[in-house]
């Protein structure tokens, strides 16, 4: 879901670094000192999952793993997927500096609904809701990522409405492997160590 430099007009990547400035800054207010190691690790995670690229026809997909960063971390989550964009922008070349701020909302927004959504397990603890809370927490991140970035590539140029297409409906097979990933991660903390997900 990396945008890459040069796909995106000016305007669209001036509107996607001023959303992903006011976003950072709000969860940077909220963070803690000492979240910063379970951050870190959630980061390296997020970074290792969006290396691997498997081509569809003019696009490619991946896991993203933002689900799972949201459920993790709350609010912080935004501020961990811009700071592994901006690596994998800088060593691997995947995604763009232009685009970065585009990208951190593309993936960033979702974590942060997947994380609100997650909370209602404050309303049944019961361990079925909030399993499925944590499976429909890593569905719902992919498809309003695939959505976000449908939106930015048909505001940019009207001729990406075919590859915007594409784009939504060769991700639904990753929304259900993110889905069973975020399940089984959060069925495995539970047991383990429940306070993360708190």
Known sequence: MHISDGVLNGTVCMAGYAITAMITGYSLKKMSTEDIPKISVVTSAFFIASLIHIKIGPTSVHLVLNG????LLGMAAFPSILIGLLLQAFVFGHGGITTLGVNAVIMGVPALIAHALFRLKKLNTAKTFVLFLAFLSGGIAIFLSSLLLAIFLVFSEKEFVTVAKIAVVSNIPVMLIE????????????????????
Do not use: M, N, S, Y
């Open 179 to 198: 889905a069973t990933i975020c399940l089984l991660v959060v069925k495995f903390l539970l047991q383990v160590k429940p306070r993360l997900l708190e």
């Open 68 to 71: 799972l960063v949201g459920i």
